[in-house]
């Protein structure tokens, strides 16, 4: 998927959120120290899955249609 506005590919985190949310301070800490380098932010990162569920790509379609 790709931003309407500048055509750049969508990613997010492969993180999911409850595992995020029971991290404790130092893990969060790694996390970010993780998402730091560009390398492995590489393997941490995945095509963004749940635009159909957003708003901008409902009123994206309603635009079109």
Known sequence: MTCPKCGGAII???IPY?????MDMAQ???FKEQCADKEQLKE???TYR???YSK?????????C
């Open 44 to 46: 941490l990162s995945t």
């Open 28 to 30: 969060r800490s790694a």
């Open 50 to 52: 749940m635009y159909k």
């Open 18 to 22: 409850m595992d995020y949310v029971c």
């Open 56 to 64: 901008w790509y409902k009123e994206l379609n309603n635009q079109h």
């Open 12 to 14: 997010e985190l492969r």
